[in-house]
């Protein structure tokens, strides 16, 4: 998130209007707030139900506007409902090489599957979790002595720099793939 804010502030064709988390303790709120973004809380915990807190946090959106949701970090599971409002509007980082390894613990399943490389992938949000269009790439070898810390670590530093670029095209209305390959360095 902080990568896409900085990226943003510099010569892009997209603005950052607001950072909004589910959780009153991320750290990237504090963080969006010092790069003079404005930010809210819409704490899941606060409703009863799923619905209740997506119409809060579509209500949120909506008062600043947004023309793309960039989910970084959100690790809540959003309904078809909210998912097909933002259709074609809503883009995701996984950490990992989709489609393989959806979902959770990505570095640790792509080293107890024995994978050569692992990285992450920038896609458009649909009902299918982790599954929509993929519109960038990065990857890396995996090394011999890579634990899941150490694998997580490096391909942070690859989401910070393909989510930006991804942004920059998708902004641009350009659908086409960013692929960053340090497999080959």
């Known amino acids: ?7 943003m502030q510099s010569d892009h064709p997209g603005k950052p209007v607001l950072v909004v ?3 009153p ?3 990237g709120v504090r963080r969006a707030a010092a ?3 404005p930010t809210a809380i819409v704490d899941h915990r606060a409703y009863p139900n799923r619905a209740e807190f997506e119409a809060a946090l579509h209500q949120k959106l909506q008062a600043y506007a947004p023309d793309i949701l960039c989910l970084a970090g ?4 959003l309904t078809p409902d909210f998912v097909r409002h933002w259709t074609g509007r809503c883009l995701n980082i996984h950490p990992s090489l989709l489609p393989k390894f959806r979902g959770l613990n990505t570095h640790a399943r792509a080293l107890e599957a024995g994978e050569d490389a692992h990285g992450c992938s920038v896609h458009e949000v649909t009902d299918d979790l982790d599954a929509g269009p993929i519109l960038g790439q990065a990857r890396l070898s995996i090394r011999a002595d890579d634990t899941a810390d150490t694998l997580s670590r ?3 530093a690859l ?9 920059r ?5 350009d659908r086409k793939p960013v692929v960053i390959d340090e497999t080959l360095v």
């Open 1 to 7: 998130m902080q990568a896409l804010i900085r990226s």
């Open 21 to 23: 988390s589910n959780r």
């Open 25 to 27: 303790d991320a750290g």
């Open 35 to 37: 790069l003079g973004v």
């Open 74 to 77: 959100f690790m809540r599971i």
């Open 154 to 156: 490096r391909v942070v």
């Open 159 to 167: 989401e910070h720099r393909l989510y930006p670029a991804v942004l």
């Open 169 to 173: 095209r998708y902004v641009a209305g």
